[in-house]
Each structure stands twice: as C-alpha cells, then as structure tokens.
C-alpha cells in the first residue's frame, strides 16, 4: 500500500505503513478534499488524531503548518509507525503518540482544546447509524472556540441530529463519507 503526504514541507514524502495490522488508510484524494475545505484553519493548528492509524492526517495537517499534533491510537505496531513517520517526515518535535483507545482517552484524560479534531473509527457496515459512536458524547470539550470535527465513517449510515454538535460540510466519495462539525451554539 502506498501512502504519502499529499502537499505542504513533506509533500510527496511516503510514509511507512505497518505489516501484519487491519487499518483503512484515508485516501489521498480524500485527503486533498479534506485540506481543501479546511483552507487556512490548518496553519498554526492545533491537532488532535483519533484513531490515528498511521497517522496520515495528523501528518497532513502537519506538513501543511499545523503547530501540534497528538496521535490517538492503541495499536502498539501502528503506533511505533506514527513515530517513525513523524521522524521520517521531520516532525519528531511537534508530533506526540499516544497508545491508547480513542474513547478511553477522551473519557479519563482532562480535555484540551484542540483547533481540529480528525475522527476515523473503524467502519462498522452494520449500522445505520452512525451517530450513535459513543465518542460524540465525549468530544465537545476538546473542541477550541472556532474547532472543527472531522469525521471519517462509512457512506451508508446516517450522521443526523447528533446532540451538542452541527454539522458544517458533508460530502461522500464512495464508500467513505467526511463530516465536519464545530460545536453547536449554546442557547
């Protein structure tokens, strides 16, 4: 499998993708979507990926200005990979890899804002809804002011009505749908 940095100091650079692991890597067209609506929220960013994977996003943002990145993924072999990319594309210093279950962390650790939160759970083609994931329940807290939610998920299931959050951009590209959500406006 192929997979590079799209655009910005390390575009065109191929990340490492580990052996032996199930993961669904965002692809690059995808990816340049992504960026493209995004525009310049992302310079001086800061960002936080949740399951990470090989950190392909988080990578992203940052090659393309992002001042931080926090890397959420409890895989041990994909998250040794997100360090060995960040060193690869020479973002060791701003890039942190944290080995846990995405959910697990935002329940137990005190929420920090962060400019933009990328969200790519597992696809579960078995649910209609995908709005019920338990991790919206948890994600208003660590979400800035003037932060974004983007939310990776499978194109069949719906994303509507989800409490605390409104949707901003929706778009599908096969069998993978992108969201963005900012926190919806207190009343």
């Known amino acids: 499998m192929n997979l590079r940095i799209v655009a910005g ?31 310049e929220r992302v310079p001086g960013a800061r960002v936080l990926d949740l399951y990470a994977g090989t950190g392909a996003l988080g990578l992203e943002a940052l090659s393309r200005g992002a001042a931080s990145a926090h890397f959420v993924e409890k895989n041990r072999i994909t998250g040794r990979c997100i360090a060995e990319n960040l060193a690869l594309c020479g973002f060791a210093e701003t890039g942190r890899v944290l080995e846990r279950d995405a959910l697990d962390y935002l329940r137990k650790t005190p929420p920090t804002p962060f400019d933009l939160v ?39 299931q719906s994303l ?24 919806a406006p207190l009343s």
């Open 118 to 156: 990328f969200a790519d759970p597992p696809y579960d083609k078995t649910k209609t809804d995908a709005a019920l994931h338990p991790l919206f329940a948890h994600i208003a807290p660590w979400l800035a002011p003037d932060g974004l939610l983007v939310w990776e998920y499978f194109s069949g």
């Open 160 to 183: 509507e009505g989800i409490p605390g959050l409104q949707t901003l951009f929706q778009r599908r590209y096969g069998e993978t749908g992108i969201c963005f959500f900012a926190a």
């Open 9 to 39: 100091s390390a575009g065109g650079r191929r990340l490492k993708v580990p052996k032996g692991v199930e993961i669904r890597p965002t692809q690059d067209r995808i990816k340049q979507a992504i960026f493209s609506a995004l525009g």
